[in-house]
């Protein structure tokens, strides 16, 4: 006979094999060996198969690899259901699960190896050459097919539970986009991805009959907590995708008919080029979610006028990330606002001195909630590394409304201080957005002898006529009518593109290299 569940995480997974066993858990449209067999990459099951898909990576990856408690399991590869159910098993052995950002070259990737050190490997085909490339301390390497192809349901009377699971455990190891310096790995909890879940399930308001369709990278807390895992723990079922594509997104709207998606402004700005975007019915959404980065308000008003509302969810690798939520009820008539905090976190805004401010004036974002990361990895021993009395100091400027409602203004790090005046660069991008023959825009602040710093406007045109056109002066023109002298860009610059993050966040600081370089 099994022996019961210990990890809270595989409990709840558990109680859904058996309470909704037959209703439909995920749709996967990656499906290689199908794809292989049938030539239909599409591979679907309920939350029963689902949860015997667990027990048998559980097993696997006990017996043949020997993964024991507080063993790491990477996985590199893009995303695929067997994500979902190694993360899973890894709770059920008190095992770490460590998602690897397959855009980092294999210098970058190494080095987040040496940081975590895991006990095993599992890649997809497309990442074989530089999982192979990968060396670690004892480190194996294995496909992703093999965790299912070789299990034997024999094996699992021979799994040995740990009756030391718990809660507490850490479960999700997320190394953090490193765009202000070396990547740290935030350490997340079986407790916290459950209470993240919670203020998810709040955030969506999730409903029977709730279809999410998740294709953002699921080696970010941004593709994997925001709607994924806690869509999949409220018993509402994922439409999973490999990865991003505008096609395949519209094509769901009318094969899947999904209720509710998660889109970034990268991803928003290429859905909205598409030649089939105003053909495309979106009557099946309920709403869409954003976040990641500062959203332009010309792309929340899009879609909008198609009479999709637009919810933001702000958080951070470190927060869950589900932190502050405008929840969609809310989403249009409060566009641009980022929302109030979930009913279990608490928020404040502080001064340089550590003093919070008042209604309108400008602080940094603090959190404190049960969804945080512990600490950051092998934080020289400190459990709690990186927050300060329980309170994470995100970096992030917001102000507060009298009513609660925050808006995030901008980062710390990238407000531009010229001759004694603060400028938010967000401020002066969402006026850009606006501009025909703008594609893409990020304003950074460099030295200048004179104001200290100066805001600088780098731009990327569209390809069409307007953009081909586009020119400094026009620039600035557009921008003198809207926004202070002072907040003027001194200088236009046009790249071909800009430097980005794997969800599409512009890397300022490498801006900043260039133009000061």
């Known amino acids: 006979m099994q022996a019961p569940e210990t990890s809270p995480l595989a409990a709840r ?3 859904l094999a058996q309470d909704c066993g037959t209703l439909p858990a995920m749709t996967f449209r990656g499906d290689e060996r199908k794809a292989t067999q049938t030539g239909d ?54 095992a770490v699960f460590l998602p690897l950002n397959f855009r980092l070259a294999v210098p970058e990737l190494q080095q987040v190896m040496q940081d975590a050190q895991p006990r095993l490997l599992v890649h997809d085909t497309h990442h074989a050459d530089t999982a192979q490339a990968l060396q670690g301390a004892d480190l194996q390497h294995t496909h992703y097919d093999s965790l299912i192809a070789t299990a034997s349901p024999r094996a699992l009377p021979l799994l040995k539970m740990h009756s030391d699971v718990h809660g507490e455990l850490p479960l999700l ?24 879940a919670r203020a998810s399930a709040w955030a969506h308001d999730f409903v029977p009959g709730d279809k999410v369709l998740s294709t953002l990278p699921m080696f970010h807390v941004g593709g994997l907590c925001i709607q994924t895992l806690p869509a999949l723990l409220a018993g509402v079922e994922v439409v999973l995708h490999p990865r991003f594509d505008p096609t395949a997104w519209l094509d769901e709207m009318h094969t899947s008919r999904p209720t509710l998606s998660l889109l970034v402004p990268a991803t928003m700005r290429a859905v909205f080029e598409h030649p089939r975007w105003a053909d495309t019915s979106l009557a099946c959404l309920r709403g869409i979610m954003t976040g990641s980065s500062t959203v332009p308000v010309a792309y929340l008003e899009t879609l909008h006028a198609r009479g999709v509302p637009v919810g933001q969810v702000y958080g951070t690798t470190e927060t869950g990330p589900v932190s502050i939520v405008l929840r969609l009820p809310d989403a249009m008539a409060r566009v641009g606002a980022s929302g109030w905090p979930h009913p279990q976190a608490q928020v404040k805004l502080i001064n340089a001195q550590g003093q919070e401010v008042g209604p309108g004036e400008t602080g940094e974002v603090c959190i404190r909630a049960a969804n945080l990361m512990r600490g950051y990895w092998r934080a020289d021993g400190e459990p709690n590394a990186g ?100 907040k003027l860009p001194r200088r236009v610059v046009f790249m071909d593109s800009l430097p980005k993050s794997a969800l599409g966040k512009v890397l300022k600081p490498q801006l900043q290299q260039l133009l000061q370089g």
């Open 13 to 15: 997974f558990a109680q």
């Open 41 to 94: 990459s599409t591979f679907a099951y309920d939350f029963a198969k689902f949860w015997r898909r667990v027990a048998r990576v559980t097993a696997h990856l006990q017996s043949t690899w020997g993964v024991q408690p507080g063993d790491r399991v990477a996985w590199l590869g893009f995303n695929h259901e067997l994500q979902l159910v190694t993360l899973m098993a890894c709770a059920r052995l008190g």
């Open 173 to 196: 190891l997320v190394y953090t986009s490193g765009t202000t310096g070396v990547p740290k790995g935030a350490v997340h909890t079986q407790a916290a991805l459950l209470a993240n």
């Open 387 to 486: 927050l300060q009395d329980g309170w994470f100091h995100s970096g992030d400027l917001g102000q507060r409304a009298e009513d609660g409602c925050l808006t995030i203004v901008g980062r710390s790090k990238d407000m531009i201080i010229s001759g004694g005046e603060n400028i938010y660069p967000a401020e002066i991008e969402n006026q850009l957005v606006t501009l025909p023959g703008v594609a893409e825009n990020a304003v950074v602040g460099v030295a200048d002898a004179r104001w200290g710093e100066v805001p600088v406007a780098v731009l990327v045109r569209s390809p069409d006529a307007a953009g081909q056109t586009l020119t400094a002066e026009a620039v600035l023109q557009h921008l003198q009518s809207r926004i202070a002298r002072f």
